[in-house]
């Protein structure tokens, strides 16, 4: 893993071999977590090159509310475009081939870099878009666990 800079002043961390086919983690609401980096790291192993766009700039929620007003406080708008960013990065050094995957807020993301990161397909796991921000026109698969959401 190494952090990196890309876009206009943004940052992230990369897994993998430059020359891959590219893969954009994007976190859920609690941030750049280790879970996320072990899941970039596992995606890496499997032959992809990863990037994690830090969305929320170093900052993560140690609890559920803390993680909601990060979350809340998000502009939708503004992570599409550093989505958007991470993509261009990956092709530019190296990636023929860029995808997103995301989970719960980054899965909503992912929904929407569909339509507007000029990615490959994309896989959101378990997060939905408002509507107003994405109406999807890319291959994806979704992964939605209705076990997750029974409590």
């Not at 976190?27 to 890496?44: F, N, P, R, Y």
Request: glycine share 12%.
């Amino acid at each position: 893993m190494a952090k990196v800079d890309f876009g206009s002043g943004l940052y992230g961390y990369e897994f993998g071999v430059k020359n891959n086919p590219g893969v954009v983690v994007l976190q859920e609401w609690w941030g750049v977590t280790d879970i996320i980096k072990e899941h970039a790291q596992l995606i890496a192993d499997q032959g992809f090159r990863c990037l994690i766009p830090d969305l929320y700039k170093g900052k993560v929620g140690v609890d559920k509310e803390e993680a909601h007003h990060l979350m809340e406080n998000l502009d939708f708008n503004a992570a599409i475009g550093e989505t958007t960013e991470a993509v261009k990065y990956l092709r530019e050094t190296g990636s023929a081939k860029v995808g997103v995957v995301g989970f719960c807020m980054g899965g909503a993301l992912s929904f929407a870099a569909a339509q507007h990161a000029g990615v490959d397909a994309a896989a959101p796991f378990y997060g939905t878009p408002d509507p107003a921000i994405c109406d999807v026109c890319r291959p994806l698969t979704t992964r939605f666990a209705i076990a997750a959401f029974a409590a």
